[in-house]
């Protein structure tokens, strides 16, 4: 148990659905990342939220479009997604500033497939 | 800038016996550094780290790495690998801030 707990963990939706995933962290951590982790391709930062503010967003679709209602929940809502937007989608909490080396912990992982 | 290199893709051992799995690092500042492992179907799970406290660095599960500046290396090590050390592993630079900069991990395969 990471303090970092992610649902669904598994999804399957079609191309023209709308869902949402969902993050939660026990932590008291101010920062809050999505990644996106696929086969056989190196981890993918998707977008990061500090202070609930979005720092961070690597050109990601618009089809993926977060939410970070307060400190310790993140969404990352779903909409008409492709069949390459399968993947391991990870998201993970870290506290900024914090003198001892700031560190990243992941939930489990939610597992998309767009069929 | 700050990038991360793992040497091996893959890696093989006999159970019982060390595993090296090797990482190189570049940062402008002292970093932050860590090693990651990931078990099938999960998420990725903190070793150890390193914050410029002792450079030889002890994490859960039987495993080390040292911090070598002047290598600028911080290769992860077991002296007796066990079965349930299958798994991907990954290593992570941070600068200051919300930075990290992974690895393209190592993929550790144990044989009986």
């Known amino acids: 148990e990471t303090g970092v707990t992610q649902t669904p963990r598994h999804l399957v939706m079609g191309m023209t659905n709308k869902k949402s995933l969902k993050c939660e962290q026990h932590?008291?951590?101010?920062?809050m990342y999505w990644y996106k982790q696929s086969a056989k391709k190196p981890l993918e930062l998707m977008f990061v939220?500090?202070?609930?503010?979005?720092?961070e967003n690597n050109s990601v679709p618009s089809r993926f479009s977060p939410e970070c209602p307060n400190s310790s929940h993140l969404f990352l809502h779903l909409h008409t997604l492709q069949p390459e937007d399968s993947a391991l989608y990870l998201c993970a909490s870290s506290q900024d500033g914090q003198g001892d080396g700031n560190t990243i912990y992941f939930g489990e992982g939610s597992w998309l497939t767009v069929v | 800038a700050q990038s991360v290199t793992q040497l091996d893709s893959h890696v093989s051992v006999s159970e019982g016996t060390p595993v090296l799995l090797r990482c190189n690092y570049s940062s402008s500042y002292s970093p932050s550094l860590f090693w990651y492992v990931q078990h099938p179907n999960k998420g990725l799970q903190l070793l150890l780290k390193y914050t410029s406290a002792a450079t030889l660095v002890k994490g859960i599960n039987g495993f080390e790495a040292e911090f070598k500046k002047s290598e600028t290396s911080f290769h992860l090590t077991k002296p007796s690998a066990h079965m349930s050390d299958a798994a991907e592993y990954f290593c992570?630079?941070?600068?200051?801030?919300?930075?990290?900069?992974f690895g393209t991990g190592t993929s550790l395969t144990v044989i009986p």
């Open positions: 939220y500090s202070l609930e503010e979005r720092v």
């Open positions: 932590l008291g951590h101010n920062a």
């Open positions: 992570v630079v941070s600068d200051l801030g919300n930075q990290f900069y």
